[in-house]
């Protein structure tokens, strides 16, 4: 590390009824790792937003070199050597890799040379990736990398980088973190956002903390640990999540040599999925983002058919049903994509709560909406799962995602199911918001309802799974006690290394 790359002072960014960021100063010097920090709604997107061009302070400065740095747009922003990967890719599936990165470029070269620099570029930093391979074929680590090198490609002197290796294998964490070193020793400097607290001790030179818009803390997260970061992030001690002494049940769920097809061209086809989930037991299912996950929650919840047999619930045939009957027998889903999927964005949170909920807390009679109902178990959700919202009103688009998140899980969960079905339960959320989701599913189990988690993160399902399944090109492992698994054999059934004969049904 070497001098001061980009200084921020007194940068503050007020909305209607929240200040966003509130007298923000801290410095990102050369060659450095710096790690922003802070629960859902303490301002990190709003700052990093300002820092790209995204969004214009209300007050403060901006220094880049030692000049005046206000870019109006992100493309001013890259011009002065500012890039940034959003936690969501922004590629169409349907272009090649060059073509892709050529979108992202003011004065693109001609495609053999674009090629060719892509292919320097990514065996440089090793990062591999074929230039003419069709974007909607590669793994998200492959669909990162391609993020990864269109900004590479800029030569940039600052590279933000948000959630970057929330849909990575622990190898290809290894892979980014060299990558990352590799530009570091280079001069860049990297401001990284993640909730995966060990990762920044791995990483991370120095962190910035946010609680509320303001800063309030600065530390060397080498010297502190995971559980001292978090408190500083939330502002009081943390609770890790209590496991309960839980005995499974009868079989509840079912599953026998369940097949679909991809839904798409660049969807997962289910191949011979069979699986048996048992009351009061967590079922954690691991795997690389595309490798069927969204295809097993469909399959599961009732949005997509099969046969009859293929799933049984209580030993009664519900392939053939859609999602409002398998609500009502108790089986019940909470999809990943939150918004426009799991709630309805512009609907007020109210709506999102009867949407999924009017049947199992009988919020219709007589063919009509109770909206009193409605409204009251909207609030309960809120409460009891700290959903930061003015109220239930609140369109769900105007809440964080990690809010949003808590709202969604928190819904489901008070429907008291027998099956529930949630894919990337924590995804996004800070600590102590993760903590509440993964004690809720905890505490659910332990209720007696069977629970499948599919996630990505590992250290989540290793908290919380009695048994655990890796999905890899749409088949399913057979699983395996999850007490005696390490990270690194979770990681190679991930990554397909194992044995992915069709599991057996487990009775």
Known sequence: MTGTLLSLSGLTKAYPGVVANDDISFDIREGEVHALLGENGAGKSTLVKMIYGLVKPDSGTMTLRGAPYAPAEPRAARASGVAMVFQHFSLFDALSVAENIALGMEDPPKPRDLARQIREVSETYGLPLDPYRTVGTLSAGERQR???????????????????????????????FTTLRK??????????????????????????????????????????????????????????????????????????????????????????????????EI???????????????????????????????????????????????GLLAAPEERLGHAAAPDMSLTENA??????????????????????????EVIAAFDVRTPGADTAARALSGGNLQKFVIGREVMQAPEVLVVN????????????????ALIDLAAKGCAVIAISQDLDE????????????????????PMAGLTLDQIGMMMGGAHDMEAAHVET
């Open 424 to 439: 990337q339960p924590t995804w996004g959320v800070d600590a102590a918001a993760a903590a509440a989701i993964r004690q």
């Open 283 to 329: 079922l954690g299912i691991g795997g690389v983002a595309g490798n069927g996950q969204d295809e097993l929650l469909a399959a599961l919840s009732g949005e997509r058919r099969s046969a009859p047999d293929a799933i049984l619930f209580k030993g009664q045939p519900l392939g053939h049903l859609g999602p409002g009957a398998r609500r009502r027998l």
């Open 183 to 280: 530009l570091a020793a280079e001069g860049t400097a990297i401001l990284y956002i993640s909730h995966k607290l060990e990762e920044i001790r791995t990483l991370c030179d120095h962190a910035t903390i946010l609680r509320l818009g303001q800063k309030v803390a600065t530390c060397t997260p080498a010297e502190t640990t995971a559980r001292e970061l978090a408190e500083m992030m939330v502002g009081a001690s943390l609770k890790a999540p209590e496991a309960h002494g839980r005995t499974p049940g009868d079989v509840v769920l079912e599953i026998r040599d369940l097949s679909l097809p991809a839904p798409g061209d660049f969807g997962t086809a289910l191949r011979r999925i069979s699986m048996a989930l048992r009351a009061g």
């Open 146 to 176: 391609v993020e990864i090198i269109r900004c590479l490609l800029q030569n940039p002197k600052l590279l933000i980088m948000d959630e970057p290796t929330s849909v990575l294998t622990p190898q290809e964490v290894e892979i980014l």
């Open 461 to 480: 399902l290793m908290e919380i799974a009695d048994r655990f399944a890796a999905l890899n090109e749409g088949r399913l492992t057979a699983s395996k």
């Open 354 to 379: 009867a949407l999924t909920a009017m049947g199992r807390k009988g919020l219709v009679r007589n063919g009509l909406v109770g909206w009193g109902r409605a409204e009251d178990f909207a609030r």
